[in-house]
């Protein structure tokens, strides 16, 4: 379960942020690294971002910073840990992100169905949605690792065109 602060907005409690990522999604992309995750996959390769008390808080502000100093960028990517137990300030962080013209890549241990059934108590999660061009879902299943797999772990995860998914109202894979 998350242990977020539920209202927070400002700043984004992070494990870390890496500048020219090749691997988090199409293009050159800023990662946003985010600290807590209630998920505990076995094998998981990022246990040092379980810890919700873990990491430290990083204003939205100094993060737009960063990424408006870099103009090579495609977008930029908010991984974990878990991004959607922080829905409300990466909600934040997301208007911004558009504004620029930027995609949004957004890896998430919950599956799509379930975020949108979360999105009914919590709209944030709705509207980060909303604002997600891809999406890779689902927990890291370590019988089901697989290396060849585009910016995936394990074969139950989904990489998912959120544009074409709104449009087609069923789940489009991407390319
Ligand atoms: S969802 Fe991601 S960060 Fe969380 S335990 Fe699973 S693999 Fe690790």
């Not at 400002?10 to 990522?21: T, Y």
Request: hydrophobic share 35%; proline share 4%; charged share 25%.
């Amino acid at each position: 379960m998350c242990q977020t602060e539920k209202w927070k907005q400002s700043s984004i409690r992070i494990a870390g942020i890496v500048r020219e990522s090749i691997v988090d999604g199409p293009g050159i992309r800023f990662t946003v690294f985010c600290q807590g995750c209630p998920h505990g996959c076995k094998g998981c390769h990022n246990p040092e971002t379980h810890d919700f008390k873990g990491g430290y808080d990083c204003s939205i502000e100094k993060l737009l910073h960063e990424i408006d100093k870099d103009p090579l960028l495609s977008g930029v990517t908010f991984s974990g840990g878990e991004p959607m137990c922080q829905p409300e300030a990466f909600l934040t962080l997301a208007r911004e992100i558009k504004k620029r013209e930027l995609n949004i890549v957004i890896f998430t241990g919950y599956t799509l169905e379930e975020l949108q059934s979360m999105a009914d108590e919590n709209p944030s999660i709705g509207e980060l949605l909303l604002f997600t061009d891809y999406l890779i879902d689902g927990r890291f299943v370590r019988e089901e690792r697989d290396l060849t797999l585009q910016f995936r772990g394990s074969g139950n995860q989904r990489y998912i065109d959120m544009n074409l998914t709104r449009e087609a109202g069923h789940i489009v894979s991407a390319q």
